[in-house]
């Protein structure tokens, strides 16, 4: 393995100054540096990769025994070594009928009564059939819950919004009280449903937010509140305490992570938003990526190819981190959901037995949708000392068929912006630039150094016929497996986060510091902000 790894950095080494432009002398380099799924396309040819980089990496993969590790993972192993569990976030979409297994017992019986318990309540709800306590339909739905429990049901019933039928959806996740208040203020208390989602019932923003919304729910319809709420949880001891009905709590297992839930339970708002039929769409289509990533070969197989070219770019380019660009208004939370995803996932530093990491592991990740970040961090992208490798993602229709020349435009842009970043402007390009501009001799040759672009920085493209519910779910699944198959490289667990622990526990301790309590524990720095956020008594 070490070997296959030096051999990537000798033969990065001796081709790093290869531009990626000349690689398309090869004319088939398209056809040979992408792959397609069911319509889902991802283009990879304006990297630097060529056909030794690509070898080595399948091999890689191969050494790594990636094969056999997408097997236990979807056969149910508990391959979260650290708690025990097992990783089946693929078995809340799976449409064959072969069972899972997990301790001995197929889980798929118990994830379909749920999802029909779901469908019945989010279509009772849409229909009126379940009204609120005046009689009246629900309007609005608030999904309260943070992480996991927050980001995939915001990005995707943001993503989904020409599917758009049901009650509208709102989500709080942050402690900080403007989320609810704010979110609160917009809204009546009769026509409101309060979904309450949280894997584990006790992470203190959304206890703190759900207290906060039961007051409201109780000042107007007093004993009766708990009539608008639901919950979403593995811990359904909890909540009873809150005097939620049993058939309005959706339970899932501890065998879903929470940044992998949005297929089950924690989907509720997705389903109220779009209903069932578009619900089992979204399903499907990860599905078929989930099949997609079980059995095609690894050098067609496009998670796996998403993977082997952030490995590239990471771990033998240097570059640290990605940039995540949907030219797809509707994907506008989709980097922040990535971020989860990847980061939490693989922002690890030590392997499944302990010991440190020999190279990096997870980028940065973040991201804007164009073409907004074009007029915002693109410069840095063009023509920062940092290579930052871009994500495009773009569809061939839209959901807005009279704004046609919106789309146009949107696609030129996306097209526009890979091919800059790879083609970038030569320094004599950019003096005849400065000449047109009337510039000559020394001020030419000054200003043409601000006006070229280095180029020869790389892109992927992921381009998809119209963003669907079943291309969402294809898409979803495309970056989880390609999360996971960067994980099983580099030898970490990606599915525990025991890097989140520490600052709860600190602002648990710190909490009656910022009530007033003395703070001499503390170091100089945390006392000074507390005396300056918290005034206190002199002593
Ligand atoms: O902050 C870490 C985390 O545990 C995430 O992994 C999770 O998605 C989020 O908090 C919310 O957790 P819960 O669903 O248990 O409230």
């Known amino acids: 393995m070490s070997d296959i790894w030096q051999q990537l950095e000798t033969h990065r080494s001796q081709t790093a100054d290869t531009p990626i432009l000349s690689l398309f002398k090869d004319t088939s380099r398209f056809d040979s540096y992408s792959a397609e799924t069911d319509g889902l396309l ?17 091999r890689l993969a191969q050494a790594e025994g990636l094969d056999a590790k997408i097997a236990a993972m979807f056969r149910g192993d508990a391959i979260n070594s650290t708690e025990g569990r097992a990783v ?13 297994q997990v301790d001995g017992a197929d889980v798929l019986p118990e994830i379909r009564a749920i999802r029909q318990q779901m469908q019945h309540f989010a279509e009772a709800v849409r229909s009126g059939d379940f009204a609120a306590v005046d009689g009246g339909r629900f309007t609005d739905v608030i999904n309260i819950g943070i992480g996991g429990s927050d980001l995939g049901p915001a ?22 009280g403007a989320h609810i208040h704010d979110t609160l203020a917009g809204l009546d208390p009769q026509r409101t449903l309060v979904i309450i989602a949280s894997k584990t019932f006790t992470t203190i923003e959304t206890m703190t937010n759900a207290e906060t919304a039961l007051v409201w729910l109780q000042a107007a319809l007093g004993d009766k509140a708990p009539d608008h709420l639901a919950a979403v949880s593995t811990a359904q001891d909890k909540t009873a305490a809150l005097g939620i009905a049993p058939e309005r709590v959706f339970g899932f297992e501890n065998w879903v992570g929470g940044r992998y839930s949005l297929w089950g339970p924690v989907g509720l708002p997705i389903l109220l938003a779009i209903g069932t039929e578009n619900f ?16 095609a070969p690894l050098h067609q197989n496009l998670p796996v190819l998403l993977g082997l070219v952030g490995i ?22 989709l980097p922040a959901y990535l971020q989860q995803l990847d980061m939490e ?28 970040g074009q007029h915002a961090f693109y410069q840095l992208l063009h023509q920062g000392t940092a290579v930052v490798p871009a994500e495009f993602l773009i569809a061939a229709e839209a959901h807005e068929p009279e704004l046609q020349h919106h789309h146009n435009l949107l696609k030129a842009n996306c097209l526009a912006q890979s091919e800059a970043l790879m083609r970038g402007r030569s320094l004599a390009e950019a003096r005849d630039v400065a000449a047109k501009r009337g510039l ?35 898409i979803i699944a495309l970056y989880e497996h390609r ?7 580099w030898g970490l667990n990606p599915f525990d986060q025991w890097g989140v622990e520490l600052g709860k526990e600190l602002a648990v301790a710190l909490l009656p510091m910022v009530e007033g309590a003395p703070a001499d524990s503390k170091d100089g720095s945390t006392c000074g902000l507390l005396s300056k956020l918290t005034p206190r008594p002199a002593t």
């Open 345 to 372: 996932s693989n922002g690890k530093r030590v392997a499944q037995d302990g010991s440190p990491l020999p190279r990096a592991s997870g980028p940065v990740v973040w991201g804007e949708p164009g073409t907004n």
């Open 155 to 176: 990005m995707a019933t943001l993503a989904l919004a020409p599917y758009h039928d049901g009650p509208r959806c709102h989500f709080v996740s942050n402690i900080d």
């Open 280 to 295: 089992q769409a979204f399903l499907r289509g990860a599905d078929a990526m989930d099949s997609h990533f079980q059995n």
């Open 440 to 474: 000559d001799g020394a001020e030419q040759q000054r200003m043409a150094a601000h006006l070229s672009f280095p180029g020869n920085r790389p892109s992927v493209t992921i381009a998809y016929p119209k963003l669907t519910p079943f291309v969402l779910g294809q």
């Open 42 to 58: 991802l283009d990879f040819s304006k990297t630097s990769l060529d056909a030794m980089a690509m070898d080595l990496l399948v």
């Open 312 to 333: 590239w770019h990471n771990n033998i380019c240097g570059y640290g981190s990605r940039a995540i660009l949907p030219y797809d208004q509707h994907l506008q939370r």
């Open 88 to 100: 089946l976030h693929t078995a809340l979409r799976a449409q064959a009928d072969t069972p899972i």
């Open 483 to 489: 999360v996971f198959t960067e994980g099983m490289i």
